[in-house]
């Protein structure tokens, strides 16, 4: 039970923390996140939704109803343009969701899936901001300059959070049994 | 896939899709329309904003540890090469207020009002960057309770980095010279040309590639020379006289060969900011 677990207060805290860490790195690193012409985009937010959803065990965090908090924050205070992160989000965790249902857990098809959802998640995002007119930025840039920096940093940051979120929640979730 | 799309789910989507580009188109009028936003983004803005400095502060405080770090290191071969410019920086500054307070008792001969030159700075704290690929955007720490109001160009070390995007409350958003969008960095600016002609124009665009500014669509005959200082003109209203933007880099035909496209280096390094100055006209 979710209510009754440690995660109850561990797993919004760690959100609050990823979400405006994702802010802070960007600010702090900004010559090596936006060296021209790349620019890479941090995903904490999107880590610790994705490895929430593996490592809960046999506790349902309500992740659809955080992602929703998540990217309605983001809209309104990152981006200033509604409507786009509160439905990406939820997406993202619904993608998860089914993806994982087609394969055996494990550290490779978490990375995977992963992977998967970073892309999907710019690539929408993308879609959207070209549709909208805030980029104009074409299909072949995107994918050099955006899309494959912004891979391989939240792939580092996969493989150097995994184990240490992984004895978190291992953790919060010894109580239950 | 006939379970995919099974009815029920189907609107969902439609009506999900619908929902997210109105909202989207809505909130880009909204902002290019309207001076500040709905009152009650402003008070979430204002809110996370709070919350953002549990998590900011000790952040920035550990950049500030390097960056001192840092800048100890360059400290002697810094110190050598300003030791040089003091001396030139001294008579400068003489000179400038000698000027301002002449300019100033011939404005008030003229019984003239402040003119575009008159600004003051606002300086803010940098909380925040937006972590995304194309709204090169800053969050400050002050807002419209401190003077500030959209539109406002905004300075850091000297020159232009951008422009205030959003006010609320206690916070605003500031977008950079080098982002994207359409509106982000159309300044009006003037160039010096050769043989006292000065060339007035509007940033066009920006060059990621390069690092440049640009400025195009010039059918003035003036040359230009490289290294030229490029200011804001302080024609629009908003923007003061006289800000610096940076210096010409080269200058290029456009893709017709018609008019002449002048490229120009900003001084401001975009990715270094900690804190900025908004500059406010008097008038």
Known sequence: MYRLSRLRYLFPIGLFIMFFLDGSLSKIFASFFFSYPYATVSQLTLLWFVMAYFFEGDIQIPLTFFAVIAGVVADVYYSGILGLFIFLYPLIVWLTRVLAHSFNPSFLTSILIFFIDVAAFEFLNYLAYNIVGVTTMSIVDFVVDVLTPTLALNLVYFVVLYWPISAIFKWATKGEN | MRKFFSNRRLVMIVVALVVAFGLMGGSVTLRNNRLTPPLIQQFGNDIIGFGNDI???????????FTNYSDLLNTYHENKELKQQVAEVAQTKVRDQVLAKENKQLKAELNMKNSMTDYELITAAVITRSPSAWQQQLVVNKGQSSGIRKNMPVMSAGSLIGRVEEVNKTNSKIELLSDTSEAANRFAIEIDGKNGKTVNGVITGYQSETNELVM?????????????????????????????????????????????????????????????SIAKTDN
Do not use: C, E, H
């Open chain 2, 216 to 276: 195009g669509q010039v059918t003035t005959k003036a040359s230009i020379s490289k290294g030229t200082k490029v200011y804001t003109n302080g024609m629009g209203g908003i923007t003061p006289k006289g800000l610096y933007v940076g210096k010409v880099s080269r200058v290029g035909k456009d893709d017709y060969g018609l008019a002449q496209k002048v490229y120009i280096k900003p001084s401001a390094d975009f990715n270094n900011l900690n804190v900025v």
């Open chain 2, 55 to 65: 998590i900011a502060s000790p952040a920035n405080a550990v950049q500030n540890v």
